[in-house]
T-cell receptor, first 115, second 111 residues
Framework: EAGVAQSPRYKIIEKRQSVAFWCNPI?????LYWYQQILGQGPKLLIQ????????DSQLPKDRFSAERLKGVDSTLKIQPAKLEDSAVYLC?????????????FGSGTRLTVV | GENVEQHPSTLSVQEGDSAVIKCTYS??????FPWYKQELGKGPQLIID?????GEKKDQRIAVTLNKTAKHFSLHITETQPEDSAVYFC??????????FGIGTKLQVIP
């Protein structure tokens, strides 16, 4: 089966600019996650969707980050305006159902550099 | 919320030796403990997981152990090979809730 697709792979922007990332999960996976991975750290959950509804966005900096999954399939994550500390790899993952017991499948991520 | 601590942060072993990575967790409600391997430029890949109703699980050269009383779990890789070189993450999750990752262990297998 095809894996989790993410684009772009790399993005360099100046601070205060906006940026958007796209994710297409594995077909049939109802749950989609966006993680932020800062260099040298483990992934940190930003937002979790179940179909097109938000399950957990408690760690999403809502003043600058937004995410949507309108049709319950692919998703976009946006940052506006970006800060230097947003430099990180943004990982998308999906699973069959809500709950970690199914195991996640991660995409290769988008490496964002804010200068 | 859950807090997962992982050590060591870096580990170098000779090819053929064993490698052990240890993690502790804080939330006694956690009952699912996956391990991920992340190679350079790729997303983390699930390599093995264990649930709280078992104390040990093996898959070829990889084994995980879990001590719920002490709230710690470990990854054991035997007969290490150069392709085992990567960053390994432990994680913990209460049933149906988000997965919290450790900080990662960079494993280097020296040929």
């Amino acid at each position: 089966e095809a894996g989790v697709a993410q684009s772009p792979r790399y993005k360099i922007i100046e601070k205060r600019q906006s940026v958007a990332f796209w994710c297409n999960p594995i077909s049939g996976h109802a749950t989609l996650y966006w993680y932020q991975q800062i260099l040298g750290q483990g992934p940190k959950l930003l937002i979790q969707f179940q179909n097109n509804g938000v399950v957990d966005d408690s760690q999403l900096p809502k003043d600058r980050f937004s995410a949507e999954r309108l049709k319950g399939v692919d998703s976009t994550l946006k940052i506006q305006p970006a800060k230097l500390e947003d430099s990180a790899v943004y990982l998308c993952a999906s699973s069959l159902a809500q709950g970690a017991g199914d195991g996640y499948t991660f995409g290769s991520g988008t490496r964002l550099t804010v200068v | 919320g859950e807090n997962v601590e992982q050590h060591p942060s870096t580990l170098s072993v000779q090819e053929g030796d064993s490698a052990v990575i240890k993690c502790t967790y804080s939330d006694s409600a956690s009952n699912y403990f996956p391990w991920y391997k992340q190679e350079l430029g790729k997303g983390p890949q699930l390599i093995i997981d264990i649930r709280s109703n078992v104390g040990e699980k093996k898959d070829q050269r990889i084994a995980v152990t879990l001590n719920k009383t002490a709230k710690h779990f470990s990854l054991h890789i035997t007969e290490t090979q150069p392709e085992d070189s990567a960053v390994y993450f432990c994680a913990a999750s209460p049933q149906g809730q988000k997965v919290t990752f450790g900080i990662g262990t960079k494993l280097q297998v020296i040929p």
